[in-house]
């Protein structure tokens, strides 16, 4: 899965989840962005893992 975060100066904060099927990894995105308790591990472009709740996540991708 790609993960990219975009800086932008939006009038809104926009999540996109773009996936070929809503299958059961996406569900669980899904489900994670919606109970706004739990944190997203995410990976930074010199790959270290970071922690973010959901209200951080300002774009998620998942690719094959």
Do not use: W
């Not at 995410?42 to 922690?51: D, I």
């Not at 209200?55 to 690719?63: D, I, K, P, R």
Request: glycine share 2%; proline share 3%; net charge negative.
């Amino acid at each position: 899965m790609k993960i990219t975060v975009e800086h932008k100066d939006v009038p809104e904060n926009e999540i996109v989840l773009r996936c070929r099927e809503l299958d059961d990894e996406m569900l669980h995105i899904l489900a994670l962005l919606r109970s706004g308790m739990q944190t997203l591990c995410a990976f930074t472009e010199e790959r270290e893992a970071v922690f973010l709740s959901p209200q951080e996540v300002l774009y998620a991708e998942s690719m094959e």
